[in-house]
């Protein structure tokens, strides 16, 4: 089992920058790839990005590579969203989730614990 708590979001102008925090709490943490996962209004739940048990692979959507970063920290049981040169259509509920396995999971269905989310808004 692994427990998913995010924080960090909140409202910012376009151009500005948030980092966003995954708090998880149980034993496979540092056996489990992690991702992040955005929903906006009206819209399904999309991949962003995703990094594997080490942290030695990552994989970004096409809209935010270049200007997201994914890391984490499995001595703290901490996966971070860096997130630059946001855009109006970044706006969404983030969400952490946890796959078993060491590798890279970029399908939600792979996914088997999620955070409840954390909303960002970027205005224009």
């Known amino acids: 089992q692994v427990q998913l708590v995010e924080s960090g979001g909140g409202l910012v102008q376009a151009g500005g920058s948030l980092r966003l925090f995954c708090a998880a709490s149980?034993?496979?943490?540092?056996?489990?790839?992690m991702g992040w996962f955005r929903q906006a209004p009206g819209k399904e739940r999309e991949f962003v990005a995703a990094i594997s048990w080490r942290g030695g692979m990552t994989s970004y959507a096409d809209p935010v590579k270049g200007r997201f970063t994914i890391s984490r920290e499995n001595a703290k049981s901490t996966v971070y969203l860096q997130m630059n040169s946001l855009k109006p259509d970044d706006t969404a509920v983030y969400y952490c989730?946890?796959?078993?396995?060491?590798?890279?999971?970029?399908?939600?269905?792979?996914?088997?614990?999620w955070g409840q989310g954390t909303q960002v808004t970027v205005s224009s």
């Open positions: 989730a946890a796959a078993p396995g060491v590798g890279v999971r970029v399908r939600e269905y792979e996914y088997q614990f």
């Open positions: 149980g034993r496979t943490f540092s056996t489990s790839a």
